[in-house]
């Protein structure tokens, strides 16, 4: 059975469409990851959680929306970026043409932190006409696990957990030899205690926030494997949740 949208031809999608209500979307960026890791990173994982998922659950996965809210890493090169607003939109505009066929249950699989407020704020709005949505974020699905494998410094954006990752799944992208580890320095106004919107820039000279050379293939595969379980539950339940159930409504 088909699972990929983009891979079924209109008839099919029509027999899907008229046997569930339930769909996945994984979105991501494209941006700076530091020296070591591909500037697909967010969007490549999203991508391949979000699959895997669709294959364990039957449920429809339509293609990764790869470019995301990334402006804070633009002084490196090569990265992509969208406006809230304009990713807010585009999103929201994909989930509305599968309600279109009858979609009323969402699953965004989210691989970078930075478009968390733009689809928080599409998923209220949605569910104000009916849609509901849900946002999946692997490193918070598996946030007890991830703290027991691996240090504070090795969690940070780029570093060893999101390095490991990348190793497990496609490590012929990944230039291991480049990792580096580096200490996010402190703006001079921050240490005065005042809250600046700053960029990646300001904060480190590579782009990764703390170690990432002690990423391993072994750790990211156990990463992988709990965040797809973690997505694979998440989607059952909301295959079986009554789309009432998931609406809002006035008090009684
Ligand atoms: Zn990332």
Same mark, same amino acid.
């Given at each position: ?8 031809s ?16 994984p ?5 700076q990851?530091?020296p ?32 995301g809210?990334?402006s ?13 607003k ?7 505009e ?39 949505v ?18 504070? %410094?090795? /969690?940070? +954006? #780029? =570093?060893?957990? &999101? ?6 799944l496609?490590?012929?992208?990944? !230039? ?6 580096? %200490?996010? /320095?402190? +703006? #001079? =106004?921050?240490? &005065? ?11 480190? !000279? ?11 293939v072994e750790?990211?595969?156990k ?30």
């Amino acid at each position: 059975m088909k699972v990929m949208l983009h891979e079924m031809s209109w008839a099919e999608a029509k027999e899907y469409f008229a046997k569930n209500n339930i769909a996945i979307i994984p979105v991501g960026s494209n941006e700076q990851h530091g020296p070591q890791n591909p500037l697909g990173t967010d969007h490549l994982i999203a991508k391949a959680i979000a699959e895997e998922t669709a294959k364990r659950t039957g449920v429809l996965c339509l293609q990764v929306i790869p470019f995301g809210v990334s402006s804070h890493h633009k002084q490196f090169w090569g990265t992509v970026f969208i406006s809230p607003k304009a990713f807010k939109n585009y999103v929201k505009e994909t989930c509305l043409s599968l309600e279109y066929y009858g979609i009323k249950k969402i699953v965004i699989v989210n691989g970078h932190g930075g478009n968390r407020c733009a689809l928080m704020d599409m998923a209220r709005e949605l569910r104000e006409k009916g849609i509901f949505v849900s946002v999946f974020q692997w490193w918070d699905a598996v946030g007890r696990l991830l703290a027991d494998r691996f240090k504070p %410094e090795e /969690r940070g +954006h #780029a =570093a060893a957990e &999101e390095t490991s990752v990348n190793l497990a799944l496609h490590p012929q992208i990944v !230039s291991v030899d480049k990792a580096v580890d580096e %200490e996010p /320095r402190k +703006h #001079a =106004a921050e240490v &005065e205690g005042i809250t600046l919107p700053l960029d990646t820039v300001d904060e480190t !000279s590579s782009g990764v926030f703390g170690k990432s050379t002690t990423a391993s293939v072994e750790e990211g595969k156990k990463v992988l494997e709990a965040v797809v379980s973690e997505l694979v539950r998440h989607v059952n339940v909301l295959k079986k949740a009554k789309i009432e159930a998931l609406m809002q409504k006035p008090k009684v």
